[in-house]
């Protein structure tokens, strides 16, 4: 019990000892130990990588879980250390009200076909995305959370202590020049009486002063040390976060690259059956299936676009193909069509494409959905649908 007591008498003197050492500082009454530049930048860097991964953190987390009430319950989970439960995704929601809505309005009727068709690609739509969320999560969040968590916490410990030793050393440097002073003063202006036993405590406490101030400096040095290897290891983290962020991209190339193709073979289907249904009418949607990545080249838009099939492409399986020169529009079923991107020709029988101008196209029997024949004065080509808005 006296051991504890000693020793909570000594920790608060400490504690009082930094507290008068910090407020002295803050207001210039006390001279403060500076890093140097180069420990100084570490610090910075270091700052500025916990901020940062902070916020790619969060705003990742908000990517891959928009809802927040839904965060909410993932963090206490895993702050319980139990298993999170499984959610269903939005798109195999809305896949299991398009089933039930097909079961109850009629499968057999045209619309019933195609909302189980669309609930099918919303259901594979809603696995990729299941199976996104669960590789990001795994490649991505779980390093930078663990850096967060692990090694900034190690950061910040020591970065707390190396301050406590600088405030002690500084100390000890005050303490060390007021006994200075005062030996000083008393070998000036002698006190005749007594002397000796004045003049010998002050040396005294001035040898005790540097005695103390050669092992705060010790201390300091040693932790400073301590920190500074741990600030460089920051670079290890930025070289381990990098590979988290290519695995990243590549998990969400993937996941888009599927939706693209569920969706075209979704559209190819709804396409077939629209024609259909709707016989003698255009088929497409006014929405381009996929955007291209860039509207202003359209040497990009071509590379990243789909392309169509040849002028063969035009003609039922069987037949030859046609000549474009040898088309002739039909007597009513033109309309106009405004271009949404650049597209350049892949051959002869396509129509290269300027974004916002005005064409008339046309469809022919037997001729791919996804395709339509295109009119710009006296030049005549096959244009992609999803290039296009159908005006009238």
């Not at 000594?10 to 530049?37: M, P, Y």
């Not at 929601?93 to 045209?110: D, K, R, V």
């Not at 033109?334 to 597209?343: G, I």
Request: charged share 25%; aromatic share 8%; net charge negative.
């Amino acid at each position: 019990m006296d051991f504890n007591m000693k020793k909570l008498a000594s920790d608060a003197g400490i504690f009082f000892t930094r507290a008068v050492q910090f407020t002295e500082e803050k207001f210039g009454q006390a001279e403060k130990t500076e890093l140097d530049a180069h420990f100084e930048n570490l610090l910075a860097r270091a700052d500025s990588t916990k901020n940062w991964t902070e916020k790619i953190l969060r705003q990742t987390e908000v990517l891959l879980q928009p809802n927040p009430s839904a965060r909410v319950e993932e963090f206490l989970y895993e702050k319980l250390d139990r298993k999170v439960p499984s959610r269903v995704t939005n798109g195999e929601l809305l896949a299991q009200y398009m089933a039930e809505a097909a079961s109850e309005l009629g499968p057999t009727t045209p619309y019933g076909k195609t909302l189980i068709k669309v609930a099918e690609a919303e259901k594979r739509l809603g696995a990729a995305e299941r199976d996104f969320i669960h590789t990001a999560s795994i490649n991505f969040l779980t390093p930078l959370r663990n850096f967060l968590e692990g090694d900034w916490k190690t950061i910040s410990k020591e970065r707390r202590l190396l301050q406590n030793r600088r405030l002690d050393l500084d100390a000890c440097k005050a303490r060390l020049k007021k006994a200075k002073a005062a030996e000083a003063k008393a070998t000036t202006v002698p006190d005749f009486q007594e002397t000796r036993p004045r003049n010998y405590i002050l040396s005294a406490s001035a040898s005790a002063a540097e005695q103390e101030l050669r092992v705060a400096q010790t201390e300091f040095d040693r932790q400073a040390e301590v920190t500074r290897l741990l600030l460089e290891g920051i670079s290890s983290t930025h070289v381990n976060h990098l590979r988290c962020l290519h695995e990243f991209v590549e998990s969400q190339t993937t996941y888009y690259a599927q939706c693209y193709r569920h969706m075209l073979d979704l559209q190819k289907q709804l396409g077939s059956s629209q024609g259909a249904i709707f016989p003698g009418t255009f088929v497409g949607t006014t929405e381009p299936a996929s955007p291209p990545l860039s509207s202003s080249s359209p040497t990009t838009a071509a590379a990243t676009m789909p392309v169509g099939p040849s002028v063969a492409g035009l003609a039922p399986p069987g037949e030859a193909a046609l000549h474009l020169e040898e088309v002739s529009p039909p007597a009513s079923g033109t309309r106009k069509a405004r271009v949404l991107y650049d597209y350049e020709a892949a051959d002869s029988s396509e129509l290269a494409l300027l974004a916002d101008e005005l064409i008339t196209v046309y469809s022919l029997p037997g001729m791919d959905p996804d395709w339509l024949i295109g009119e710009r004065g006296n030049k005549k080509g096959k244009v992609p649908v999803t290039y296009l808005e159908l005006l009238s």
